[in-house]
């Protein structure tokens, strides 16, 4: 939800998976630089590279590694699986990070030229 109250996204969280979908009238560019920059290259990807490590030390079980898929559809965004997120505070830490991504996302499509 932006800061003046619209609806962009619903999170679905259910049996360790995390669902994220635009609301249907809501048009997220896919290969925006919030998106594929911080969503997955500094958030996604850090945390399964991290939980790969801790599986080849024995921290974890390899079917425990964070998995995520990006749907999209003609370049726009249709939803975000994450899969084994982990713990709450994990799972904290991913809303967070979707929130600021969407919100980003949004601003940049409703910004007004000057």
Not at 16 to 42: I, M, Q
Request: aromatic share 6%; glycine share 8%.
């Amino acid at each position: 939800m932006t800061n003046d109250g619209v609806r962009i996204a619903s999170m679905l969280v259910e049996h360790g998976r995390l669902c994220v979908t635009p609301e249907p009238d809501v048009r997220l560019d896919a290969n925006s630089p919030p998106l594929r920059s911080f969503l997955v290259g500094k958030v996604l990807d850090s945390m399964q590279a991290k939980d790969k490590e801790a599986a080849v030390s024995g921290a974890i079980q390899p079917e425990a590694i964070l998995g995520y898929s990006v749907e999209q559809d003609g370049g726009m965004l249709k939803a975000i699986t994450i899969e084994n997120y982990g713990d709450e505070r994990r799972l904290l830490e991913l809303k967070n990070a979707i929130r600021w991504t969407f919100r980003r996302m949004y601003e940049k499509i409703t910004a007004k030229p000057a």
